[in-house]
T-cell receptor
């Protein structure tokens, strides 16, 4: 069975500082990995995904994520946080190929960026 | 994503009532999903459908049923609502074309069962 762990319920960071939101996963074989963001009163929006190739994946709004196979991690990063980045972030995993499997989501991490 | 719509957006109901949540999409995707979101638990999959005749249970399907009326429509029913079904419900779609199944979410339905 596949699973995702987001060990931090909340991450606080000052505007302009770098941010990291952590994610580790467990899946049979090689994974597809995703990050989604949820703004208040909105559905989830796709940020980025890892399929294969470069371990550093770039996505929307200046976010990037680093895939580390040996540590089974896929941490979300941004070099300089904005107040508008404050939201709920979800990591998700699917085995490769997706076949008849759906995504498994983590419990979410709330990012709070202080001015 | 405006291409995935959910109705109603908010609903308050009483224990024992039958409730239907509806999802429509204009993305032309074959795959549709229903999730519920609870604080601290993330999103949990209720049911998913890979095409009109292919419906599958997710990890928390007890107390729920679904209907895939057409490629564009996927409804979730609570036959007899109970208070612990109070949650935020999301519909999502995806297109299996290509290597990866990126999911696109509707705005959610906030359901309260009293």
């Amino acid at each position: 069975a596949q699973s995702v762990a987001q060990p931090e319920d909340q991450v606080n960071v000052a505007e302009g500082n770098p941010l990291t939101v952590k994610c580790t996963y467990s899946v049979s074989g090689n994974p597809y990995l995703f990050w989604y963001v949820q703004y208040p009163n909105r559905g989830l929006q796709f940020l980025l995904k890892y399929i294969t190739g470069d371990n550093l994946v770039k996505g929307s709004y200046g976010f990037e994520a680093e895939f580390n196979k040996s540590q089974t991690s896929f941490h979300l990063k941004k070099p300089s946080a904005l107040v508008s980045d404050s939201a709920l972030y979800f990591c998700a995993v699917s085995p490769k190929p997706t076949g008849r499997r759906a995504l498994t989501f983590g419990s979410g991490t709330r990012l709070q960026v202080q001015p | 994503d405006a291409d995935v719509t959910q109705t109603p957006r908010n609903r308050i109901t009483k224990t024992g009532k039958r409730i239907m949540l509806e999802c429509s999409q204009t993305k032309g995707h074959d795959r549709m999903y229903w999730y519920r979101q609870d604080p601290g638990l993330g999103l949990r999959l209720i049911y998913y459908s890979f095409d009109v005749k292919d419906i599958n249970k997710g990890e928390i399907s007890d107390g729920y049923s679904v209907s895939r009326q057409a490629q564009a429509k996927f409804s979730l029913s609570l036959e007899s609502a109970i208070p612990n079904q109070t949650a935020l419900y999301f519909c999502a779609t995806s297109d299996p074309a290509g290597e990866v199944d990126t999911q696109y979410f509707g705005p959610g339905t906030r359901l309260t069962v009293l």
